[in-house]
């Protein structure tokens, strides 16, 4: 089965640096995404950046574009999250998930879409 495992929270002073890893097992297919959400306590869950398969294309909204930067290395099947310059409000359960896409339409942010969430990891951003 498909298996997703966020890692690499932890604590950071803002303006510092995390980086996630999403290590991923079981994929039977080739065409897919990779995306990274977050959820704070209160809010709904949100895209950040997501990656696809196919291509390397890659997607980030607007408030993390040019601070937080998705890849992949393949040798290791896994997906990587750098995020700098953090900020308080950064501060959630990250989580990495996939869509699965078969060449089809990409509903790129659309959490509804993404599956295997796994339990996330913690980013706290003290001020």
């Known amino acids: 089965d498909v298996q997703l495992q966020a890692s690499g929270g932890g604590l950071v002073q803002a303006g510092g640096s995390l980086r996630l890893s999403c290590a991923a097992s079981?994929?039977?297919?080739?065409?897919?995404?990779i995306g990274w959400f977050r959820q704070a306590p209160g809010k709904e869950r949100e895209g950040l950046a997501t990656?696809?398969?196919?291509?390397?294309?890659?997607y980030y909204v607007d408030l993390v574009k040019g601070r937080f930067t998705i890849s992949r290395d393949n040798a290791k099947n896994t997906v990587y999250l750098q995020m700098d310059s953090l900020k308080p409000e950064d501060t959630a359960v990250y989580y990495c998930?996939?869509?699965?896409?078969?060449?089809?339409?990409?509903?790129?942010?659309?959490?509804?879409?993404?599956?295997?969430w796994g339990q996330g990891t913690l980013v706290t951003v003290s001020s």
């Open positions: 079981g994929f039977t297919f080739d065409d897919y995404a």
């Open positions: 998930a996939v869509q699965a896409l078969y060449g089809g339409s990409w509903y790129i942010f659309n959490a509804e879409k993404y599956h295997n």
């Open positions: 990656i696809r398969s196919s291509d390397d294309s890659t």
